[in-house]
């Protein structure tokens, strides 16, 4: 039993159909004293099959994963879905106004709020929400990233190498249905409390994506996004209609040391020598940052730690000391891995 404070005007139990309404996390502000701050939510409901929780903008800025789900929220029927379809489309509905990573309301990053509190800001409250109602009810928990406008990304289907080696084999197996040319083992170098590894704490098989990224995004990044998570949720059986399979091998990478994530060592003006889906060789320069008020100074150069491809690049010509300017990853094999 969930101690939240959080009031969902859809009943999650309810009969089949399509259910469409809002999640309601109070919150008051200087002009709303008993408001509440509302996050669509959306169920479609039909016969037997999995429940399926589906979410995008946990971080505001990243908009193709909820493009992708508005139009599944507008266009399916309960009759397109086997079980339970729950719809988040923008988890951070005020960052994703503002373009924003970090909530405006409370300055929270949401995907460093898990498990989350009930007593807490407003993105704690739904983190916590998440966390103790629909967490539990899913057998499948997906949440679409992107670079945000910080990073460009390689569009990837992503995970964590969970330990549990059966939920493993899931995850691989549905991060492989993405069908992005590229799959992603990466591990957390900034900080704890993200939504997926609450999810994975509590054995889900859990789909992530990062898609893109920077300000512009292209028709093919939407392109990938929609076909991909369509074919993920027919994969999971949620979504009728054949799997599409895939054309060739996913190319699987990692990147599992801290050492593969490149941190600005000064500020300045960062200039990528590699494009993301760059192949490297150690020891190759993946870019410079010069610096605006010493133009005589050398620029610092960042380079390869090993062999891989280039998975991720700062997008914002400017840099701050500290900021990750450059993910490389390796080839793997998941299913070789302790
Ligand atoms: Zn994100």
Redesign the pocket.
């Known amino acids: 039993m969930s101690d939240s404070q959080i009031h969902s005007t859809v009943d999650l139990g309810a009969a089949p159909g399509v259910h469409k309404g809002h999640l309601a996390i109070p919150y008051s502000h200087n002009l709303g004293g008993w408001a509440n701050l509302l996050v669509p939510f959306g169920m479609l409901r039909n016969g037997a099959g999995p429940t399926v929780l589906l979410m995008a903008g ?2 505001g800025d ?1 908009y193709p994963g909820q493009v992708a789900i508005l139009r599944l929220w507008r266009e399916l029927t309960a009759e397109d879905v086997s079980g339970t379809l729950l719809l988040l489309p923008t988890l951070s509905q005020p960052a994703a106004k503002a373009a924003t990573r970090l909530s405006p309301l409370d300055g929270k990053n949401f ?1 460093r709020c898990f498990p989350g509190n009930p007593t807490g800001t407003p993105s704690e409250m739904l983190a916590h929400y998440l966390s103790t109602v629909l967490f539990p009810m899913a057998d499948i928990v997906i949440d679409l ?2 670079g ?1 406008r910080s990073m460009n990304f390689l569009p990837c289907a992503h995970m964590h190498l969970v330990p549990d080696h059966a939920q493993r084999e899931k995850m691989i197996i549905a991060t492989e249905a993405f069908l992005t040319d590229v799959t992603f083992l990466y591990t957390d170098v900034a900080g704890t409390g993200l939504l997926p590894a609450e999810a994975e704490r509590q054995g889900k098989t859990v789909i992530t994506t990062e898609l893109g990224g920077g300000e512009p995004v292209f028709a093919e990044i939407h392109k990938i996004t929609q076909r991909g998570l369509k074919n993920v949720l027919r994969h999971c059986g949620v979504l009728q209609g054949a799997v599409e399979q895939r054309k060739a091998p996913a190319r699987w990478v990692q990147s599992l040391s801290r050492d593969d994530y490149n941190f600005a060592p000064e500020s300045g003006l960062w200039e990528a020598a590699v494009d993301v889906g760059g192949d490297v060789r150690k020891g190759d320069d993946l870019g410079y940052i010069h610096f605006l008020e010493n133009p005589s100074r050398a620029p610092l150069v960042v380079t390869a730690n090993e062999d891989g491809v280039v998975v991720a690049n700062r997008a914002p010509s400017l840099v701050g000391q500290g900021d990750c300017v450059a993910v490389l990853a390796h080839d793997t094999d998941p299913r070789k891995l302790p």
Do not use: I, R, W
Request: charged letters at 15%; aromatic letters at 0%.
């Open positions: 946990n971080h990243e995907n990233h992107t945000g």
